[in-house]
């Protein structure tokens, strides 16, 4: 069974996974807007990634005999200053997000959670690929200069990407 601390500590994270989907979705209408349906559907499937992150713990504190408990998700705000600003807003988040699973981590190693830290072993592989898909994004933005043919490139390589659900 898994603690309370741990059990609150993961509710509050599973708010964070929920409040990422809502933030990239906000990302995804800014670039609809744009005409760039590319890196539309990139961020469209970043919201699939994050709903498939906040369920995974859902469903391990179900198992575990804790109980998932849903909170108030921020607003993640609309406006972005160009497509560079919002991949650096991205990588930013990704990198905050990591921080948090670290968090639970150290946590899970304090409460001397076995079952937890090879949970959160999963999060801590993942957050490597997060921050570098959005970091690689970021250098090429700053290479093509957010114009041109460069950035029909871009958007229509964005556009070939697809959701697959991690192994377990
Ligand atoms: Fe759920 Fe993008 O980390």
Redesign the pocket.
């Known amino acids: 069974m898994i603690s309370k601390k741990l059990e609150e500590a993961i509710n509050e994270q599973i708010n964070k996974?929920l409040y990422?989907e809502y933030l990239y979705l906000s990302m995804a209408a800014y670039f609809a807007d744009q005409g760039l349906a590319g890196f539309e559907n990139f961020f469209l499937v970043?919201v699939q990634?994050?709903r498939f992150?906040a369920m995974k713990m859902y469903h391990f504190l179900n198992e575990r005999g804790g109980r998932a408990r849903m909170k108030q998700i921020d607003g993640p705000g609309t406006d972005f200053a160009s497509p560079l600003a919002v991949f650096e807003k991205a990588y930013e988040h990704?990198q905050y997000?990591t921080s948090l699973i670290n968090g639970l981590m150290d946590l899970a190693i304090k409460e001397n959670d076995h079952a937890s830290k090879s949970f959160l072993n999963w999060f801590i592989d993942?957050?490597v690929e997060?921050e570098a898909s959005m970091e690689s994004i970021v250098s090429k933005l700053k290479m093509i200069g957010g114009k041109g043919n460069g950035m029909l490139m871009l958007d229509k390589e964005l556009a070939a990407r697809t959701f697959v659900p991690a192994a377990e």
């Open positions: 996974e990422s970043q990634e994050e992150h990704e997000v993942e957050q997060e």
